[in-house]
């Protein structure tokens, strides 16, 4: 059974830092592409950053810059660093398991940037 656990969300100045975590189990880690999402008030969820099994990363236009996503296989963690916060980046943020042609979500964890 796929488990993701999310952590680190909380409320946070704009400009300022957070470091989310993801806890992954149910899978084989190493082999899993993994990613954050995000879906703000109103809003459809959407990317913001996927990391493949070799470790590079791709980011969405918005975070470029400012965000870095990075995954620990010994620990089967997924991390994801945000610097420059702005009050747009407000949102529940998801970890995803992507196997085969299905993804598994994580409950999300509350991220809110004030101005």
């Known amino acids: 059974q796929v488990q993701l656990v999310e952590s680190g969300g909380g409320l946070v100045q704009a400009g300022g830092s957070l470091r989310l975590s993801c806890a992954a189990s149910g899978v084989s880690f190493s082999r899993t592409l993994m990613g954050w999402h995000r879906q703000a008030p109103g809003k459809q969820r959407e990317l913001v950053a996927v990391?493949?099994?070799?470790?590079?990363?791709n980011y969405a236009d918005p975070v470029k810059g400012r965000f870095t996503i990075s995954r620990d296989n010994a620990k089967n963690m997924v991390y994801l660093q945000m610097n420059s916060l702005k009050a747009e980046d407000t949102a529940v943020y998801y970890c995803s398991a992507v196997l085969g042609t299905t993804t598994y979500w994580g409950q999300g964890t509350q991220v809110t940037v004030s101005s």
């Open positions: 990391i493949g099994t070799g470790g590079s990363g």
